[in-house]
């Protein structure tokens, strides 16, 4: 018997890059806070509730990771996020730097200069990861875990 030779790809054959797998040294990606202002029950029941936005955390366990300030996106995202939400979010977790109303839409030199409200927002939805802990339904009570920075989404059969 001979062996068969070792797969060669074709010169037009190339592999995905979400296919590869990742090196060993990367770490891997934890729910940052930012991700929180957009996520809801996922009950039908809850769909159309106001008061199953935002999830609230239970038992959350934070890590900060340190990043350049990049004063462009939180000026991009500013006009995206739900102010009421991250401040009650932003409270719930222990963040009381936040001002009660959101600030208007700032110039990114005007951002990069100040060290207030810019700075606080990077630091909070940017910097802050939820590694453990749940997210909580206002509405039904319903706990969704979060698992090495994952939160699991996904319904048992007689809640869908």
Not at 24 to 53: D, E, G, Q
Not at 96 to 104: R, S, V, Y
Request: hydrophobic letters at 40%; charged letters at 15%.
């Amino acid at each position: 018997m001979t062996a068969k030779p070792p797969f060669i790809p074709p010169p037009h054959f190339t592999l995905h890059p979400t296919n590869l797998p990742l090196p060993p040294t990367t770490p891997p990606p934890k729910m940052k806070i930012l991700t929180t202002n957009y996520l809801t029950c996922a009950l039908r029941a809850c769909k159309s509730h106001p008061s199953s936005f935002p999830l609230h955390f239970r038992d959350a366990e934070l890590q900060q990771d340190s990043l350049p300030f990049n004063a462009a996106f939180i000026a991009n995202i500013l006009p995206r996020i739900d102010w009421p939400a991250l401040l009650t979010t932003a409270t719930e977790l222990g963040f009381t730097g936040l001002p009660a109303e959101k600030p208007d839409l700032l110039a990114t030199a005007e951002m990069e200069a100040d060290e207030g409200v810019g700075r606080e927002l990077h630091r909070i939805l940017l910097e802050t990861q939820v590694v453990e802990g749940k997210l909580v339904c206002g509405n039904c009570g319903h706990e969704y875990a979060i698992h090495q920075g994952i939160a699991n989404f996904l319904l048992p059969g007689h809640l869908v």
